[in-house]
């Protein structure tokens, strides 16, 4: 089994800036890539960034370039997604997934998920 846990949700206003990091554990830890997505609801989950474990390879969708960033902490089984300079069409619930694609941008290419953490961003 394995499992991810998402952290670091919250309110800010627009502009500023949050942190959300997910810790993987069990099998989690053994996949290829790890993701950000994020879902409003009566919408599709959409991917937000992506990190490959062994070169560190990184995807962005294009709404996030320049404002986010990943990394993953292999050594920890971390993953984190610093955001900055936020709008309020980012508000949205985030999760963190593991999968064994790269590059996975769709929900169907990620084996484990976490449960999600909500980022509001206040206009």
């Known amino acids: 089994q394995g499992q991810l846990v998402e952290s670091g949700g919250g309110l800010v206003q627009a502009g500023g800036s949050l942190t959300l990091s997910c810790e993987a554990s069990g099998r989690t830890a053994s996949r290829h890539s790890m993701a950000w997505f994020r879902q409003v609801p009566g919408k599709e989950r959409e991917i937000v960034a992506a990190?490959?474990?062994?070169?560190?390879?990184?995807y962005y969708r294009d709404s996030a370039k320049g404002r986010f960033t990943i990394s993953g902490i292999i050594t920890m089984n971390m993953m984190t997604l610093q955001m900055s300079n936020l709008k309020s069409e980012d508000t949205a619930v985030y999760y963190c997934a593991a999968g064994s694609v790269w590059i996975g941008k769709t929900p169907s290419s990620y084996d484990y998920w976490g449960q999600g953490t909500q980022v509001t961003v206040s206009s």
């Open positions: 990190v490959r474990w062994t070169t560190g390879e990184t």
